[in-house]
């Protein structure tokens, strides 16, 4: 049945719930393109200050997943499990990550997106590693999950496309941080992946989408009934993002930091966050493996190896290293007691790390290091932090972000939970 596209508005914008069959139509339609980007705008900004009832994010999202085509991993013998995190700065837990869980006996199908402003993207990360590609059929996905167990690469273009059409569109009519357009944007693309089971790692703090642990909250609970209601084993984790996690941010520095992890060694916020979510992961893959023991016996770097080799990478390749290096000392004794998220983001960003519009190149050598982390004591004149850059002209806008975003105090901070909550 078709619908005036106007009258869709209308009722939204009237504080009314939108039917299941005007749902369906409006998201075929505009996928169609027969309802046009400024009639969705004003949609999506009515979402955005109206809200929508459960039953509609239901709906919505089920017509977002049957914009385009579902996966079939029946073919994959063991069970699958996937994990997504709404984004923050030096997360490069994925890479740790979907080795280990491999190692542990599931099968990882990790679909993963590029970086925009100042949150790092996974395929811009492992694109650091010489030779390595993002893109795969959906047939050689399905056969390296089958013979590796592990899989990062980009969503293919038949995966939920009325959300690729509405998130860009979402980016320049602000309205990207409606929780019922992003619940349904993550878990359209999750559901028509195809994996059995999905960890959520919900992002709190300065470099998250969401800035308060309710917004947080509310965001995880929409996502976790969503895939369940899918059939899904879905479970959430709220983790601090008020500072970077690691002590690099950038996409060369992030693979070496990751590659610490599974020989072994890495920081430990890096560490904890990884097997917390490890944990959940073979949880509800139903396995019954300890993943601080199979990091430990090195399957998870074998696993990283065979992942990178398959996808044309040479995981023991150098990588790239900036030519331009710029250290900040701190100028007094104390304690480190802010290392703000989103300076070390913007930062790492303006030396060329992430990029401003889609189609912009990123460099792989360009990123921010960390020498102290919130609470390590720090005398005057040690490193704070180091920026690295291709094009030494990046480095005073860097600077400014990266500046302010550390700050030496007298007394020592109040410790903070890195995993704050569990929503299942
Ligand atoms: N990531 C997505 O995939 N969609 C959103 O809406 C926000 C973050």
Request: one cysteine or more; hydrophobic letters at 45%; a negative charge.
């Amino acid at each position: 049945m078709g619908f005036a596209a106007v009258d869709v508005i209308r009722t939204k914008r009237d504080g009314g719930a939108l039917s299941d069959a005007q749902i369906d139509w409006v998201v075929d339609a505009y996928t169609r393109g027969e309802v046009a980007d400024e009639q969705m705008s004003a949609l999506a900004m009515a979402i955005l200050l109206r809200g929508m009832t459960p039953a509609e994010i239901a709906r919505w999202t089920a017509a977002m997943i049957a914009s385009g085509e579902r996966l079939d991993l029946s073919a994959v013998s063991r069970p699958t499990v996937d994990k997504h995190s709404t984004g923050g700065v030096g997360d490069k837990i994925t890479l740790p990550l979907t080795p280990l869980v491999a190692a542990c006996g599931a099968a990882v199908p990790q679909l993963s997106g590029r970086g925009l402003g100042h949150t790092g993207g996974t395929l811009d990360k492992l694109e650091a590693i010489p030779g390595w590609r993002a893109s795969l059929t959906n047939e050689e996905f399905v056969a390296q999950l089958r013979e590796v167990g592990a899989v990062v690469c980009a969503a293919g273009e038949g995966l939920a496309p009325a959300d690729r059409k509405l998130y860009a569109l979402r980016d320049v009519t602000a309205t990207v941080e409606a929780i019922p357009l992003i619940a349904s944007s993550i878990m359209s693309k999750k559901i028509a992946e195809g994996t059995g089971a999905l960890v959520l790692d919900v992002k709190v703090g300065s470099g998250a989408f969401m800035k308060s642990a309710a917004d947080a909250r509310e965001l995880a609970r929409t996502m976790v009934d969503l895939g369940k209601a899918h059939g899904v084993a879905t479970v959430a984790l709220l983790t601090d993002m008020s500072t970077p996690l690691g002590l690099a941010v950038g996409n060369a520095v992030e693979v070496a930091e990751s590659v610490e992890v599974l020989a072994g060694g890495g920081p430990s916020d890096v560490v904890e966050l990884t097997l917390a979510l490890a944990g959940e992961m073979v949880a509800a893959a139903g396995l019954d493996a300890d993943p601080a023991q199979v990091l430990s016996s090195g399957r998870a770097m074998d696993s990283w190896r065979a992942m990178i080799r398959a996808q044309g990478g040479d995981p023991r390749a150098p990588l790239a290293v900036a030519r331009e290096t710029e250290t900040v000392r701190a100028e007094r004794d104390g304690y480190v007691s802010t290392v703000d998220a989103l300076g070390i983001g913007v930062a790492a960003w303006r030396l060329g790390a992430g990029r401003a519009r889609k189609e912009d190149p990123v460099s792989a050598a360009a990123g921010v290091v960390l020498h102290k982390k919130p609470g390590d004591p720090v005398r005057a004149g040690e490193p704070l932090f180091e920026l690295r850059t291709d094009d030494a002209s990046r480095i005073p806008a860097a600077l400014a972000e990266a500046g302010g975003a550390v700050v030496v105090s007298e007394a020592a901070p109040g410790p903070r939970a890195l995993v704050m909550e569990r929503i299942a």
